[in-house]
Nanobody, 127 residues
Framework: QVQPVESGGGLVQNGGSLKLSCVAS????????MGWFRQAPGKARTFVAA????????YYTDSVRGRFILSRDNGKNTVYLEMNNLKPEDSALYYC????????????????????WGQGTQVTVSP
């Protein structure tokens, strides 16, 4: 079992950058596929990016591909989401999640495939 805890959110101007971190306390971090999701007010929680257990494969939703970079440091039980060229439509509460399964595409995109969730960190991009 792991417990993800997100940090790094904040207010940034259009075109700016932020780097989110997610530390997953617990054992056997390398057994988990890690994902990021986001939820804007009044909207459903949607997939942003995911990374496989050893960090060799990453998956992105189309709207962030080329702007966001997901990585993990298994020695620190941490995943990082580097967000560049941020846009107002990226504003949302960002959640880190852990899945005990080795998820292939397209399953990484489904919230139901993740077992553990953090409380979220707010990202706000001003116009």
């Amino acid at each position: 079992q792991v417990q993800p805890v997100e940090s790094g959110g904040g207010l940034v101007q259009n075109g700016g950058s932020l780097k989110l971190s997610c530390v997953a306390s617990g054992r056997s971090f390398t057994r988990y596929t890690m994902g990021w999701f986001r939820q804007a007010p009044g909207k459903a929680r949607t997939f942003v990016a995911a990374i496989n257990r050893n960090g060799t494969n990453t998956y992105y939703t189309d709207s962030v591909r080329g702007r966001f970079i997901l990585s993990r440091d298994n020695g620190k039980n941490t995943v990082y989401l580097e967000m560049n060229n941020l846009k107002p439509e990226d504003s949302a509460l960002y959640y880190c999640a852990a899945s005990a399964s080795a998820l292939p595409l397209p399953e990484v995109r489904f919230t139901g495939m993740y077992n553990y969730w953090g409380q979220g960190t707010q990202v706000t991009v001003s116009p």
